[in-house]
T-cell receptor, first 114, second 111 residues
Framework: DADVTQTPRNRITKTGKRIMLECSQT?????MYWYRQDPGLGLRLIYY???????NKGEISDGYSVSRQAQAKFSLSLESAIPNQTALYFC?????????????FGPGTRLTVL | QQQVKQSPQSLIVQKGGISIINCAYE??????FPWYQQFPGKGPALLIA?????SEKKEGRFTISFNKSAKQFSLHIMDSQPGDSATYFC??????????FGAGTTVTVRA
């Protein structure tokens, strides 16, 4: 979805390096999410934010941190990357005003930690 | 521990056939059950969703069947087409915010 963009799209890094994944959206949504996708495990929630001052841990937040710089920007950081953080990472947004919480996903970032 | 269990992991169907994907959940407080479709190289996108007060919802060739007492729901893809080849995720949520996803099912439709 072009309304939700993620950078970089692919990244290879080494164990112990700090890395930041960025997400921007032009949908005007207040809620933003970070997920990781692993084969056989589906999508697991890392962090979510309902507005700039409201950030919450998801089910697998250990080893990750986030920053909501503005309503439209939500970044995910790996302070010291490890190989088992190799995965496909997705950012998503949703609108609090919608009753069905449809989430709109970005194209993903493929991260490889060597 | 996954809150939504999805099966099968993958399936192959002939063009024109029916694809069936099943999901089961434990938390009876879940009140919203969407299905997301993901094509290779893309993010997931909402396909169809149902609430527990309805037993079935149909949109075109896609139907959700919901069994509240069994805590199960399924996606049926009728008249499957090669363009339906994708990964499908079931999910469940409480109070319309956090989604718990199943592990995903890769559907391949053979022409």
């Amino acid at each position: 979805d072009a309304d939700v963009t993620q950078t970089p799209r692919n990244r290879i890094t080494k164990t112990g390096k700090r890395i930041m994944l960025e997400c921007s959206q032009t949908k005007g949504h207040d809620r933003m999410y970070w997920y990781r996708q692993d084969p056989g495990l589906g999508l697991r929630l890392i962090y979510y934010s309902f507005d700039v001052k409201d950030i919450n841990k998801g089910e697998i937040s250990d080893g990750y941190s986030v920053s909501r710089q503005a309503q439209a920007k939500f970044s995910l950081s790996l302070e010291s990357a490890i190989p088992n953080q190799t995965a496909l990472y997705f950012c998503a947004t949703s609108d609090r005003g919608q009753t069905n919480n449809e989430q709109f996903f970005g194209p993903g970032t493929r991260l490889t930690v060597l | 521990q996954q809150q939504v269990k999805q099966s099968p992991q993958s399936l192959i169907v002939q063009k024109g056939g029916i694809s069936i994907i099943n999901c089961a959940y434990e938390n009876t407080a879940f009140d919203y059950f969407p299905w997301y479709q993901q094509f290779p190289g893309k993010g997931p996108a909402l396909l169809i969703a149902i609430r527990p007060d309805v037993s079935e919802k149909k949109e075109g060739r896609f139907t959700i069947s919901f069994n509240k007492s069994a805590k199960q729901f399924s996606l049926h893809i009728m008249d499957s087409q090669p363009g339906d080849s994708a990964t499908y995720f079931c999910a469940a949520s409480l109070n319309d915010y956090k989604l718990s996803f199943g592990a995903g099912t890769t559907v391949t439709v053979r022409a």
